[in-house]
């Protein structure tokens, strides 16, 4: 298996592809993989994990943030893991992150119950690029918990722990000595080198680079991983022009300003250059939303196809986003 490793052509997906990655450590099989994954993170032996559980977070209240997790597995004791794959920094990270593992820590308590019935759960993050306000900060792994301010060795709980894995940082200050290099160099270059040799000796690890090249070998999961892709080209895009409408506004309001103590002529050609600006704001935006409905009807087409294929609704749903109800409806 080791050399067939090295002679497999590059992957069109890595696994940091968010569509690849829930199929990955979430699909019904991958078990071993996914308990070994967690297993060189926490430093802990885990039992009997299961990854059959339901991504979403679900609402107290109507007006309540909907949150959606990559994946979600227990082990034999009902611990939870929550496990999040993050391409972009973004500020509100911190603030999202905790929002998840509250939610989840209480999520299976029921009212009246004892607060002992609380189930220990850990977060762990795997970040592409470097997570906010850890910049200084060298290593590749951190582990948080609630700490007293002044007794920073006391920990408030036990029940909850949070580990960020940076893969920009790994690249910059590996060591090949640590239990979870092995996954990082998985992550950022799963046919190398490297992971060809510390496979040797890992089984899941072996088993990882196999279920990667099958899922980029699947033209259904292609399918979802595109569009995935092109989900992203056009958050991207969208808020590039966003800026751009900005900027576009306040150039606006300054010459609006300015017209208004100048002369006549100056507020008419203010006024015809708005107009010209509005057509082309009036274009842009009809152009993304044909671009959003094809990406939609895409994503339909593709589901009736998997549903023809007898696939199971709950993985359509993981994959696409489409709750049962409208999977149902495609039937």
Same mark, same amino acid.
């Given at each position: 298996?080791?050399?067939?490793?090295?002679?497999?052509?590059?992957?069109?997906?890595?696994?940091?592809?968010? %569509?690849?990655?829930?199929?990955?450590?979430?699909?019904?099989?991958?078990?071993?993989?996914?308990?070994?994954?967690?297993?060189?993170?926490?430093?802990?032996?885990?039992?009997?994990?299961?990854?059959?559980?339901?991504?979403?977070?679900?609402?107290?209240?109507?007006?309540?943030?909907?949150? $959606?997790?990559?994946?979600?597995?227990?082990?034999?004791?009902?611990?939870?893991?929550?496990?999040?794959?993050?391409?972009?920094?973004?500020?509100?990270?911190?603030? @999202?992150?905790?929002?998840?593992?509250?939610?989840?820590?209480?999520?299976?308590?029921? $009212?009246?119950?004892?607060?002992?019935?609380?189930?220990?759960?850990?977060?762990?993050?795997?970040?592409?690029?470097?997570?906010?306000?850890?910049?200084?900060?060298?290593?590749?792994?951190?582990?948080?918990?609630?700490?007293?301010?002044?007794?920073?060795?006391?920990?408030?709980?036990?029940?909850?722990?949070?580990?960020?894995?940076?893969?920009?940082?790994?690249?910059?200050?590996?060591?090949?000595?640590?239990?979870?290099?092995?996954?990082?160099?998985?992550?950022? /270059?799963?046919?190398?080198?490297?992971?060809?040799?510390?496979?040797?000796? @890992?089984?899941?690890?072996?088993?990882? %680079?196999?279920?990667?090249?099958?899922?980029?070998?699947?033209?259904?999961?292609?399918? &979802?991983?595109?569009?995935?892709?092109?989900?992203?080209?056009?958050? /991207?895009?969208?808020?590039?022009?966003?800026?751009?409408?900005?900027?576009?506004?306040?150039?606006?309001?300054?010459?609006?300003? !300015? &017209?208004?103590? !100048?002369?006549?002529?100056?507020?008419?050609?203010?006024?015809?250059?708005?107009?010209?600006?509005? @057509?082309?704001?009036?274009?842009?935006?009809?152009?993304?939303?044909? @671009?959003?409905?094809?990406?939609?009807?895409?994503?339909?087409? &593709? $589901?009736?196809?998997?549903?023809?294929?007898?696939?199971?609704?709950?993985?359509?749903?993981? &994959?696409? !986003?489409?709750?049962?109800?409208?999977?149902?409806?495609?039937?």
């Amino acid at each position: 298996m080791a050399k067939s490793l090295t002679n497999t052509p590059s992957p069109k997906y890595l696994p940091t592809n968010d %569509v690849i990655f829930k199929c990955l450590l979430g699909n019904p099989g991958n078990e071993r993989i996914t308990k070994s994954f967690l297993e060189h993170i926490t430093g802990e032996e885990i039992e009997e994990i299961s990854t059959n559980f339901k991504l979403e977070l679900l609402k107290e209240k109507p007006k309540d943030k909907q949150m $959606v997790a990559d994946l979600i597995a227990k082990d034999k004791y009902l611990q939870k893991y929550i496990v999040e794959m993050q391409r972009k920094a973004y500020d509100y990270l911190p603030d @999202r992150f905790i929002a998840y593992l509250s939610k989840t820590y209480v999520a299976d308590i029921k $009212v009246k119950e004892d607060y002992k019935q609380l189930k220990r759960t850990v977060l762990v993050v795997l970040m592409e690029e470097d997570f906010p306000n850890l910049e200084s900060i060298q290593e590749y792994h951190t582990v948080w918990h609630y700490r007293e301010e002044n007794h920073k060795e006391k920990i408030l709980t036990k029940n909850t722990e949070i580990h960020i894995l940076e893969l920009q940082k790994y690249k910059k200050y590996k060591n090949q000595t640590g239990e979870i290099d092995p996954w990082l160099e998985f992550f950022i /270059n799963p046919y190398g080198e490297e992971v060809q040799n510390m496979a040797r000796t @890992r089984a899941e690890l072996e088993e990882a %680079v196999r279920q990667l090249r099958l899922l980029n070998a699947d033209e259904e999961v292609q399918q &979802l991983a595109d569009a995935e892709d092109w989900a992203r080209y056009d958050y /991207n895009s969208a808020m590039a022009e966003m800026k751009e409408k900005g900027l576009a506004a306040g150039l606006a309001e300054g010459r609006a300003k !300015g &017209l208004a103590e !100048g002369r006549a002529e100056g507020r008419a050609e203010g006024r015809a250059e708005g107009r010209a600006e509005g @057509r082309a704001e009036g274009r842009a935006e009809g152009r993304a939303e044909g @671009r959003t409905e094809g990406r939609t009807e895409a994503k339909k087409e &593709l $589901v009736k196809k998997m549903l023809k294929k007898e696939m199971n609704i709950d993985l359509i749903s993981e &994959l696409t !986003g489409l709750t049962k109800e409208e999977i149902e409806n495609l039937a």
